[in-house]
């Protein structure tokens, strides 16, 4: 649905863009497929990667780990879990309520989600390609350390 | 000849991870399976969502000059540059590795580094068709006390990073341009 969206704001825009100017249509697919080409190599290892770390850890994996009175140390295992593993939203979140479900706090599933959407240690080579290794370090680091903070903090609360 | 071993040594890492998933296919099935279909899920992901991005970022890159990003986005856009880069991360599409490109391109023609976080901030947490999703299997409560948090930590985390930025400068472009 939003990919279609995306594809039809990009070709309209593609087509507006022509209708101006054509060299700089050209330009601009030239720098698309250049910057496409050059990053392709990491995009492919990255998520090949994930592909394998999630065949490992499946559903009734995680939720066992994160499941019922899994208290601090389940808190520590959703930050790890999140960190490190890339899902896409529309799995997450289901997953996230069956956690709540099979009896997760909220303070897990809100650790593991916050976690799996700003912290990504898989990603952590794309994002060295564009921001640098001590930047992007940072970011990551930052964002952990926040996550853990606020779900402590929404887990007490809720 | 040197060309092919060139685009071999490019993708290495990605042709021993295949080897790897390989592997488990012939030896321990039933992960190996399961790898080779969510890598197969994971890529066609990818390419489903990157093609457009990667055309908007050519066409932004040909029509926005390094004047009129500073303008909107720049040191001098103030709060406005701000909310602008906040609204456009959570408008977007896709998961967190295509902002990267995307806050590249800002950063070359002259965004502030400060915009730049926001923008990969929101994107990471407060993309609008996630939330409603968020909304419909968590409940509106999780969503909107994790959405507060959130939004506070991309400000808090953008204004940390801007300061460490000025202490110490980022290096030459490594990546893809």
């Known amino acids: 649905m939003s990919a279609l969206a995306l594809y039809a704001v990009a070709f309209m825009l593609l087509a507006l863009s022509f209708m101006k100017s054509?060299?700089?249509t050209t330009l601009a697919l030239k720098k698309a497929w250049k910057s496409f080409e050059g990053i392709l190599p990491q995009f492919l290892s990255v998520l090949v990667f994930i592909g394998i770390t999630l065949a490992v850890l499946d559903k009734e994996t995680i939720t066992w780990l994160l499941g019922k009175?899994?208290?601090?140390?389940?808190?520590?295992?959703?930050?790890?879990?999140g960190s490190v593993t890339l899902i896409p939203g529309f799995i997450a979140f289901p997953l996230a309520a069956s956690l709540l479900a099979a009896g997760a706090g909220y303070g897990q599933t809100a650790?593991?989600?916050?976690?799996?959407?700003?912290v990504g240690v898989v990603t952590m080579p794309l994002?060295?390609?564009?921001?640098?290794?001590?930047?992007a370090v940072h970011r990551n680091a930052l964002a952990f350390i926040y996550a853990v903070l606020s779900s402590v903090a929404l887990g007490a609360w809720l | 000849m040197i060309n092919a071993m060139a685009v071999i040594r490019r993708y290495r890492a990605f042709l021993i991870l295949v080897g790897v998933t390989a592997g488990l296919v012939a030896f321990a099935p039933s992960v190996g399976q399961r790898a080779l279909a969510l890598s197969k899920a994971n890529v066609v992901e990818m390419l489903s969502f990157l093609p457009p991005i990667f055309l908007l970022l050519g066409l932004l890159d040909a029509w926005v000059d390094r004047k009129t990003m500073m303008a909107y986005m720049g040191d001098e856009a103030g709060l406005r540059g701000t909310l602008l880069a906040f609204v456009l991360g959570s408008a977007a599409a896709g998961p967190l590795y295509a902002a990267f490109p995307m806050a590249g391109v800002m950063m070359e023609k002259g965004a502030s580094m400060r915009n730049v976080f926001v923008f990969i901030g929101a994107w990471s947490t407060t993309k609008i068709p996630l939330i409603m999703f968020e909304t419909a299997t968590l409940g509106f409560r999780?969503?909107?006390?994790?959405?507060?948090?959130?939004i506070a930590g991309i400000f808090i985390i953008a204004k940390i990073l801007e300061k460490d930025l000025e202490k110490h400068p980022l290096p030459p472009r490594t990546g893809a341009s």
């Open chain 1, 22 to 24: 054509r060299e700089k």
């Open chain 1, 69 to 81: 009175e899994s208290g601090a140390m389940g808190m520590a295992i959703a930050a790890v879990l």
């Open chain 1, 127 to 135: 994002e060295t390609a564009y921001f640098g290794k001590r930047l």
């Open chain 2, 142 to 150: 999780f969503m909107a006390m994790r959405l507060v948090f959130n």
């Open chain 1, 111 to 118: 650790m593991f989600l916050t976690t799996l959407m700003m």
